[in-house]
Every structure is written in C-alpha cells, then in structure tokens.
T-cell receptor
Framework: SQQGEEDPQALSIQEGENATMNCSYK?????LQWYRQNSGRGLVHLIL?????REKHSGRLRVTLDTSKKSSSLLITASRAADTASYFC???????????FGTGTSLTVIP | DTEVTQTPKHLVMGMTNKKSLKCEQH?????MYWYKQKAKKPPELMFV???????INESVPSRFSPECPNSSLLNLHLHALQPEDSALYLC??????????????FGNGTRLTVT
C-alpha cells in the first residue's frame, strides 16, 4: 500500500514560474525523499530530508518537512521546460523498515 | 545516462512464453530491487535482495521469479504471464537495503507487453 498522497495530481505552469507540490503521509518516518521521473524513464533521486530536519535546499529545489502535520513540500524555483516530469515523494517508515512511494505529481512547464 | 542498466528496453511476450529481464550495476551496491509500475501510478515494490539473498517478497505471484546470481546482477524470470502484467518493470539498487543511508538508483526499465 502507498504511504504518501501527493497534491496536486497535475500542475501546469509557465517557464520561469515556481512550482510547489505537496506530500502527506500516514505514519512516523525516518526520512522523506523526492524523486523525478521523466516519461518512460527510471526515477532519479533529487533530495533526502531526515525526520529531524525542517528544510533543505539543493540548487533550485527547496524541501520542507513538518513531522507534526506529516507533510512535506517540494518547491522548484524558476522552472524550466526540462523540469517537465512526474515527481514522487517517498518515505522510509521507522516501524518495520518499509519504504513507500507517494501517488506522484505530474508537472508540465510550458516554454 | 543511468548507472543501472536494464535489458531489454522493450519486450512483447505471449502468455505461454518464458522470458527474462536483466539488470546490472557496477556501483558496489549490495541491495537490489524490482519494482512494477503501471501508467500514471507510483512504482510498486516486488522483490528486494540484500547481499544476494532474497530479503523481501511482496506477495508477488509465482509466475515472477527473481534471481540474484551475484552482487552486480539481478534477473526477473517471467512465465505464463497475464495481460494485466503489462507494465514498466524497474530495477533499482542502493548501497545497503532501504534508503535512509543511500538513495535508490534506478534503471530506465523494461516496457513489458503481454499479449
């Protein structure tokens, strides 16, 4: 079963705008990760945030984690057409050592 | 380009065929995974190998049979599949099992069609 629910399911923005996607999960976690998947390709790891961290940056990516609300957000700033992809959050639970992908957000960046 | 190589990229097979999917990594990773992904859905875990031993089988039907001949190779043997098994099959690896210590590295998958 899936641990994470992402919203929105689909997002369409103009190049240069910021894109924000959210992930909510159900049980306590060790860490939360974000992956990108281009159409028909494998997933690529973007960033990992641990349960004791609140915010993390990597280039144009900013991830926040609120363990009290069991939610995370991924912000992509100054989006580019090449950012068009599906984005999945993934959580490693701290009970039973399980790992789940969320439902995903499909991002389209219009040039 | 990915450091996890999957072959073939595409496979069409009949319900009576036997075929195999192959996955290879040379990053020294000791955990390897098979995932199944349907269109517009997240990957679903099928099997996990840790140090060449099957660690997790997510109640996958026996028509899917995994094999880990050595630390670099992972196979998925297919037999008597159903049309609903058509999907993108993804292989992944990580330094050790699960990803709190290292992220998953994915191959580009095998697009399987069962006719």
């Amino acid at each position: 079963s899936q641990q994470g629910e992402e919203d929105p399911q689909a997002l369409s923005i103009q190049e240069g705008e910021n894109a924000t996607m959210n992930c909510s999960y159900k049980t306590s976690i060790n860490n939360l990760q974000w992956y990108r998947q281009n159409s028909g390709r494998g997933l690529v790891h973007l960033i990992l945030i641990r349960s004791n961290e609140r915010e993390k940056h990597s280039g144009r990516l900013r991830v926040t984690l609120d363990t009290s609300k069991k939610s995370s957000s991924l912000l992509i700033t100054a989006s580019r057409a090449a950012d068009t992809a599906s984005y999945f959050c993934a959580t490693e639970t701290n009970t039973g050592n399980q790992f789940y992908f969320g439902t995903g957000t499909s991002l389209t960046v219009i040039p | 380009d990915t450091e996890v190589t999957q072959t073939p990229k595409h496979l069409v097979m009949g319900m009576t065929n036997k075929k195999s999917l192959k996955c290879e990594q040379h990053m020294g990773h000791r955990a390897m995974y098979w995932y199944k992904q349907k269109a517009k859905k997240p990957p679903e875990l099928m099997f996990v190998y840790s140090y060449e031993k099957l660690s997790i089988n997510e109640s996958v039907p026996s028509r899917f049979s995994p094999e880990c001949p050595n630390s670099s190779l992972l196979n998925l043997h297919l037999h008597a599949l159903q049309p609903e098994d058509s999907a993108l099959y993804l292989c992944a690896s990580s330094q050790v099992i699960w990803t709190g210590r290292s992220p998953l590295h994915f191959g580009n998958g095998t697009r399987l069609t069962v006719t």
